[in-house]
């Protein structure tokens, strides 16, 4: 695929509006300069949520994420670096350029547009003969009876399939599309050199992704034909395996609730729209994925299941903490009463109440695997709570949260009447997880040192007039990691460009959001806390103190035990001097000679 031009990807930048892009996801509130909210990045009660809307940069100083509205677009949307490029000049009306490529790689992105382009055509036309077509009155008559409003069915854009065969290949031939362009987007297939349209005399229901882009169909057969469902074949675009239905419907509520349903069905889906809950995708059968829950996770950590209440409902429930594995995701079930399905429930007589309080006392995706397991032993025998034991124990081992696990140790102990040593026995048996940031990926724990660097940095940025002469003093040997060393530099440069005025100038390029991965921390910080006079003389030397500590430590490593007499040991003299006299600036507070 053929690259972006810098001037596009700067034009993209220079025209977004920060706020605008993020208040799908956050609900922002203004103070001061900056806008703040909850995060859309991990689950949080108080906002550290900080959008700077002049520098058009984001920084949450709970979880650490930050960056520009590329990077924003990324992590929400899922998107590499090029189509989140192309998402925001498509929403603000830029026109993207591309530095020279080849031409199978032109062919390729043009097959591409064309196959969408087919898609969504072929979702209009079923649409339409859905409402105009009198073969389709038993479709519009099988949707009211199941309760569904006309406004839902088209947000959905369900449409018909005309039985004839040949119906969408002569729609689409009258508009240019030709029946090997058909085939490959999975709308035709071909046997014995006959050409015939895939979906026939059906009930359609258009599968989106995230950005709510047409990539095939599920059809439901009106009546007793079978098999009662079908999909769109694999293709180049379609993967259900991948594929959530209503994601391109929900994902804006998913992020804005910070919660996403996920039933079995389409109707499910469509029924919780209905009645209000927005934030509702189907896994299009009961085997949730790892695709699908990572498509969730793009939008909100926190899942709620509310498949069937039949076996394999079950069942599925129970499979999904191997598929989520490594996704952080904080999963809870919704019991459905047994006899229905979410969208029966829903749509009965105060059923939307009955579906929020099953919500609100939704138990733990581990709870209800405990609960499952203690009910299906005897446990007033013996032999069986022996049996029960292997199986709970290893749903506890799943547990990484302390207080769950402690929680759910109290339901097993008081289920298998064990002792307080064989409490303490399943609590040191349970594995021990390494502590996640809750976005899926382990993040180290600044040493204090570096804190005391990025403070630092921050108020050069904040204070450039004055902090000229105090960075010129010092080296990357300041600084004890790689991403503070470049930030270091950066600031130096910036300082050093911006000749005396504010080193907040902006905005940034992509570029350098690449290049300094905590700049966003950076600047936010430099525009937003407030600061003491000596806050910055005072953090300069101690990190000089700190760098003169490190030295000395070398030195002295070195030195046998008779090296008084050497250079070394004499540069470590004169280098201990330096730093206790840096030491008593720094308690007496006392900074002028600085």
Not at 30 to 38: D, L, Q, V, W
Not at 260 to 267: H, I, K, L, S
Not at 328 to 337: A, E, Q, Y
């Amino acid at each position: 695929m053929a690259l972006i031009t810098q001037s596009s990807i700067q034009s993209v930048l220079d025209t977004c509006d920060m706020l605008d892009l993020v208040a799908p996801y956050v609900t922002l509130k203004k103070t001061g300069s900056r806008f703040m909210g909850r995060c859309p990045f991990h689950e949080e009660k108080t906002g550290s949520f900080s959008v700077d809307p002049a520098q058009k940069l984001y920084y949450c100083f709970g979880c650490g994420e930050g960056g520009n509205a590329i990077t924003f677009v990324e992590k929400k949307e899922g998107l590499d670096f090029a189509d989140a490029v192309r998402f925001l000049a498509e929403k603000y009306g830029v026109s993207v350029e591309y530095e020279e490529s080849s031409p199978q790689q032109e062919e390729r992105r043009k097959v591409l547009e064309r196959d969408y382009s087919i898609l969504d055509q072929a979702a209009t036309y079923y649409s339409r003969v859905l409402w105009e077509s009198d073969a389709a009155g038993a479709a519009r008559d099988y949707l009211r009876g199941r309760g569904f409003s006309d406004s839902v069915i088209r947000e959905f854009r369900l449409g018909f399939s005309p039985a004839s065969g040949e119906a969408l290949i002569k729609a689409a031939g009258s508009k240019g599309y030709r029946p090997e362009e058909l085939q490959r987007a999975g709308l035709v297939r071909s046997r014995n050199g006959r050409v015939y349209d895939y979906f026939r005399g059906r009930l359609m229901f258009p599968f989106t992704d995230h950005r709510g882009r047409v990539l095939g169909f599920g059809a439901r057969v009106l009546g007793d034909g079978k098999p009662k469902y079908i999909n769109s074949p694999d293709s180049h675009i379609y993967h259900k395996s991948g594929l959530l239905f209503g994601l391109g419907n929900a994902r804006q509520s998913m992020a804005r609730e910070d919660r996403a349903y996920v039933v079995e069905g389409y109707t499910d889906v469509i029924a919780l729209r209905q009645t209000g809950i927005a934030n509702a995708v189907a896994s299009m059968g009961t085997a949730l994925t790892g695709r699908q829950l990572r498509e969730v996770s793009r939008f909100t950590r926190n899942l709620y299941l509310a498949f069937d209440a039949d076996a394999a409902g079950q069942q599925a429930m129970l499979r999904v903490h191997e598929a989520a594995a490594g996704l952080s995701l904080s999963t809870h079930v919704v019991n459905i009463p047994a006899g229905k399905d979410p969208a029966e429930l829903v749509l009965a007589e105060g059923g939307k109440k009955v579906f929020d309080e099953l919500a609100a006392g939704a138990p733990t995706l581990l709870e209800y695997q405990v609960h499952a397991a203690l009910s299906s032993f005897d446990l007033g025998r013996a032999e069986e709570r022996v049996r029960a034991f292997p199986e709970l124990k290893g749903i506890l081992e799943k547990a990484t949260d302390p207080i769950e696990r402690d929680e759910l140790l109290r339901v097993i102990s008081d289920g298998l009447r064990l002792s307080a040593k064989n409490v303490a026995y399943l609590m040191e048996s349970a594995s021990q997880e390494e502590e996640s940031d809750g976005g899926g990926r382990q993040r180290r724990v600044l040493s204090q040192e570096e804190i005391v660097e990025r403070n630092f940095l921050s108020l050069c940025l904040a204070r450039p007039g004055e902090a000229g002469r105090f960075i010129q003093e010092m080296t990357e040997a300041h600084f004890t990691s790689d991403t503070n060393r470049t930030a270091f530099n950066w600031v130096r440069d910036r300082l050093a460009d911006a000749s005396g005025q504010s080193a907040l100038t902006g905005p940034y390029g992509a570029e350098e959001i690449s290049a300094v991965p905590i700049l966003p921390e950076l600047v936010i910080r430099a525009e937003t806390e407030m600061t003491e006079p000596d806050a910055l003389p005072e953090t300069f030397l101690r990190l000089c103190e700190a760098e003169l500590r490190r030295r000395i430590g070398i030195l002295k490593a070195g030195l046998a035990a008779d090296d008084e007499s050497s250079e070394d040991f004499q540069e470590m003299c004169r280098l201990e001097r330096r730093r206790r006299k840096i030491l008593e600036m720094i308690q007496s507070g006392s900074y002028e000679a600085v």
